[in-house]
């Protein structure tokens, strides 16, 4: 008897055993060096993902008959930004229905593909359109909105309303409960908590609730963050306070002055808060990285006339103080000047990542894409209406572009761990960028300035291009993008000549990242210049020599 409960024992811990074998590690953010990345399986991972349209999402049998999976996989992503929609998995309160998720858990698992959750709860590029019709039909009753100056209720979940919250959270960690007790492999790598969170048409809360807690005394937490931290708070919250005085109690316009400036940072510390416990709450189920997105103000647009007060960068010290459980906030793009945006997001305690940028089918996100990864080590790059891919097309630039980022991301996560990788970025206005390393020059350029492509004669097509580059040892680089041109030079003030050795061109659509071609003669222009023309995707090893 004795013998066969010992038998029975190790059996259970057998069984025990395979089961905890069988569960992957969690995703999570690490630092690494100089760069904060994400791991995944143990292992640093780089995303190149899209985001599927808004409802594509809300139907298996759609993206089925789309073909959607099979296209996303055909581009070469490796992640998807997916929606998970409150309506639709709590259709009657305190009832259920993962369904859809599950389907779409499992399509990614088939291909080998992760997923990133953006859980539409409360709001919704600042509207609440995403809250179940159960709610709906009792907004402004059971679940207060939020009313402008006039005092005109809008379709917006306040954030002074706990209820509101705790409806929120109720469902997130039922998602997140799920999520843990079903997704074993790991295939959800992070979620965004809500989506483009902002006031609109006014620039604070006028409900009952707002009002009161805008007159009484700003939390002492926000003091205690502005005395301590100082200069170092982001300029407008700390340029408010000083103009004030730096008083260290009163209500929100006495610390920071009356004005849609100081509404805006009330706005956002409450919606940071709110955030805060849903996102905790979620993490202690089940602790996956966390982050919010943000509509920029790219027109230089008042509170109120902008989605205001979300996770933007002018308000990064609110959302650090106010929502410690959000890992990152990042930028949505949608407008022109792509690197000064993405450098606002790059912060000591702020890993850049990319979850939405206008779906350009060629070529400016195939380019962008490669500056992101190597100027400001982000974690990740991701195209919105990701779903229109047609990668049948012709050297479709994105899926160019993340095959040959898939090929080298072990070589770029450990440069950016180790700090050995750069980016150059190119536009009209931007031709020229020199990067030092050590006594070498690499003077980097849009390929057209040197008409050596056929389409230099054409103005027309003059568009973005980008590149990474790689230290790979001393004298010898990686070199990755498209449309750049790259001419050596000594730093030393004598005639020393840094030469190009050899070029190799590697075979990206190749696992093992081969040799391909020896480049010389008229493809580096007789020795004189590294090339990877306009509208191409490449990498090329390049080896220098030194002449003294
Ligand atoms: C930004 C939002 O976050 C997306 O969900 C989508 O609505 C896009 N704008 C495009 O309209």
């Not at 009952?208 to 009484?216: D, F, Q, R, S, T």
């Not at 103080?321 to 305690?349: G, K």
Request: proline letters at 6%; glycine letters at 8%.
């Amino acid at each position: 008897m004795k013998r066969l409960f010992l038998l029975l024992a190790a059996l259970l811990g057998l069984c025990a055993c395979t089961e905890l074998q069988r569960e992957s590690p969690l995703p999570h953010l690490e630092k690494r060096g100089e760069a904060t990345q994400l791991i995944v399986d143990d292992k640093p991972y780089l995303i190149l993902g899209g985001e599927l349209w808004n409802s594509t999402a809300s139907s298996p049998a759609y993206m089925e008959r789309e073909g959607i999976w099979d296209r996303l996989q055909a581009t070469g992503l490796n992640t998807v930004l997916l929606p998970v929609y409150w309506e639709l998995i709590e259709p009657e309160e305190g009832v259920f229905d993962f369904s859809m998720l599950d389907e779409a858990i499992a399509e990614a698992r088939r291909r080998d593909m992760r997923l990133v959750l953006l859980w539409f709860g409360s709001w919704k590029n600042s509207m609440s359109c995403y809250a179940p019709g159960w709610m709906k039909r009792q907004f402004g009753t059971t679940y207060p909105l939020v009313k402008n100056r006039e005092g005109r209720t809008l379709e917006i979940l306040s954030p002074f309303a706990e209820v509101n919250c705790e409806q929120d959270k109720r469902a997130f960690v039922t998602l997140m409960t799920h999520l843990k007790a079903t997704d074993a492999e790991r295939t959800v790598v992070m979620v965004q908590v809500e989506n483009e969170i902002g006031m609109l048409q006014s620039a604070r809360d006028y409900s009952e609730a707002a009002n009161k807690a805008y007159h009484e005394a700003v939390p002492q937490e926000v003091v205690d963050y502005l005395k301590e931290r100082g200069e170092a708070c982001r300029p407008p919250l700390y340029e408010a306070w000083r103009g004030q005085g730096c008083p260290e109690a009163g209500d929100w316009e006495e610390l920071f002055g009356a004005g849609l400036d100081t509404e805006e940072f009330f706005m956002a510390y409450h919606f940071a808060r709110y955030v805060e416990q849903i996102a905790r709450a979620g993490k202690e189920v089940y602790p996956l990285p966390m982050y919010v997105n943000a509509a920029l103000n790219s027109r230089g647009r008042k509170a109120g006339e902008y989605p205001s007060a979300g996770p933007l960068s002018h308000l990064w010290d609110l959302w650090h103080l106010a929502a410690p459980s959000i890992d990152f906030l990042a930028p949505d793009i949608y407008d022109p000047l792509f690197p000064e945006w993405v450098a606002q997001y790059d912060l000591p305690q702020n890993p850049l990542f990319i979850p939405e940028i206008k779906h350009e089918p060629c070529p400016e996100n195939g380019a962008r894409v490669f500056y992101a990864v190597g100027r400001h080590k982000a974690l990740g790059f991701s195209p919105y209406a990701i779903d229109d891919v047609t990668p049948d097309v012709p050297r479709y630039a994105l899926k160019e572009a993340y095959a040959v980022l898939r090929s080298i991301a072990p070589e770029v996560l450990s440069a950016q761990a180790a700090g050995r990788i750069h980016g150059v970025w190119f536009d009209k206005a931007h031709t020229e960028q020199v990067v030092r390393i050590g006594d070498i020059e690499l003077c980097c350029r849009h390929d057209l300035t040197l008409g050596w492509s056929a389409e230099a004669a054409h103005p027309e097509l003059w568009s973005e291009t980008a590149a990474l580059i790689i230290e790979l040892g001393a004298g010898e680089f990686l070199v990755a993008g498209t449309g750049v041109v790259l001419t050596l030079r000594s730093y030393r003030e004598d005639d020393t000549i840094v030469g190009i050795e050899r070029i190799e061109e590697l075979d990206y659509h190749d696992a093992g990242l081969p040799v391909l071609r020896r480049l010389n003669g008229d493809e580096d222009h007789q020795g004189r210049h590294l090339r990877i023309p306009f509208g191409q995707y490449g990498v090329q090893r390049l080896v220098c020599y030194t002449y003294r």
